[in-house]
């Protein structure tokens, strides 16, 4: 069993950056993959990123490709998420999630393959 606790979300402007973080305790010796959700207001939660146990595998929804940024250092049991070029749409409450790894390239996109989940962090987007 993990626990997960998330910081770094706040108020930016669009067009701007933040960086989330992700703190993983308790259990760490198993491999965990590790992913980002998020959920918006009056919305369902949905993926954004995922990154394996061995941070050789990374996956990105559409909606964030080739803005958001995940990856992790092992040695600090801590996952981040590089949020760039944020648009207004991308206001959402933040998850982070940790999966139990089947392989070193595992790269789960869907709740149910979660094995524990953080609080979250908000994150705004003003226009």
């Known amino acids: 069993q993990v626990q997960l606790v998330e910081a770094g979300g706040g108020l930016v402007q669009a067009g701007g950056s933040l960086r989330l973080s992700c703190v993983v305790s308790g259990r760490t010796d198993s491999n965990y993959a590790m992913a980002w959700f998020r959920q918006a207001p009056g919305k369902e939660r949905e993926f954004a990123a995922v990154?394996?146990?061995?941070?050789?595998?990374?996956y990105y929804a559409d909606s964030v490709k080739g803005r958001f940024i995940i990856s992790r250092d092992n040695a600090k049991n801590t996952v981040y998420l590089q949020l760039n070029s944020l648009k207004p749409e991308d206001t959402a409450n933040y998850y982070c999630?940790?999966?139990?790894?089947?392989?070193?390239?595992?790269?789960?996109?869907?709740?149910?393959?979660?094995?524990?989940w953080g609080k979250g962090t908000l994150v705004t987007v003003s226009s």
């Open positions: 999630a940790a999966a139990r790894g089947r392989s070193h390239f595992y790269t789960p996109r869907t709740s149910g393959d979660m094995d524990a």
């Open positions: 990154i394996s146990s061995s941070g050789l595998t990374t």
